[in-house]
């Protein structure tokens, strides 16, 4: 394994500029960012309640018992139900990334049907880059962060760039290569940031903050948390291109 390269960190925005820009994004496009993240949990819980209704019918003809004859009649509904959220969960994630590209100037609608061309090809560049990171992870944790820093910017590659699979990995790789120490730097001080915000929840046996948090996380520093990557992964390129 290829040691990480010395950072140029000039050449990467400045954290400051990275949480500044973000929240400049956000501001302008929240409407947008939180719709896009509340449509696919409008579709897991209707889902979810769909399979449940199923079940519980399949359930009702077995006088509430899950007879050996039954569970083959369970397993289509799960599965449909599996692979239904995962796209839809993939979709979410490929408008979420396509609004930010375009600066928060798109239509739900429009994002939508972006996202379905390329959910083919997200859920297996997710699969590859998963699989590469618990390689990483079973080597010792130090690969494991190694390669996450590497192909951190592969899904954004895709959905920006119209490049997926094994190239985008490589891809990702060219951009991190000599800012590695910057790029995980940044990374690493927004997930500090987070660990403190929910340590900081944590205290609280109050069910309301908990609530209010949760809240807050999903629909503000989880699409603050995009919005800043993305930005990180723009900085990359433009310095790779520039070197």
């Not at 990171?133 to 079973?138: P, V």
Request: hydrophobic content about 60%.
């Amino acid at each position: 394994m290829d040691a990480p390269a010395q950072v140029t960190a000039s050449k990467l925005p400045s954290i400051g500029e990275l949480f500044s820009q973000s929240w400049t994004l956000y501001k302008s496009s929240w409407k947008l960012l939180v719709w896009l993240i509340l449509l696919p949990i409008l579709v897991t819980i209707a889902v979810v309640v769909i399979i449940g209704i199923i079940i519980a019918t399949i359930l009702a003809v077995s006088n509430g018992q899950i007879t050996p004859d039954r569970i083959p009649l369970l397993i289509p509904p799960a599965l449909v139900a599996v692979i239904v959220l995962v796209i839809i969960n993939s979709m979410g994630q490929i408008a979420l990334i396509k609004a930010i590209s375009m600066g928060g100037q798109a239509k739900v609608k429009e994002l939508i049907s972006m996202s379905w061309a390329l959910t083919g090809r997200y859920i297996l560049l997710s699969l590859l880059s998963g699989l590469v990171m618990l390689l990483g992870l079973i080597l010792l944790i130090i690969p494991g962060i190694i390669f996450m820093v590497w192909y951190m910017f592969a899904t954004y590659i895709l959905v920006t760039e119209n490049i997926g699979g094994i190239a985008a990995l490589k891809k990702s790789k060219s951009y991190v290569k000599g800012k590695f120490w910057g790029v995980l730097g940044r990374v690493g001080l927004l997930t500090l940031v987070v660990l403190v915000i929910s340590w900081l929840a944590s205290l609280s046996d109050n069910q309301a903050i908990t609530i209010i948090f949760q809240l807050l996380s999903t629909f503000i520093i989880a699409p603050l948390a995009s919005i800043y990557t993305f930005k990180l992964y723009q900085g990359a390129k433009a310095s790779t291109s520039q070197a």
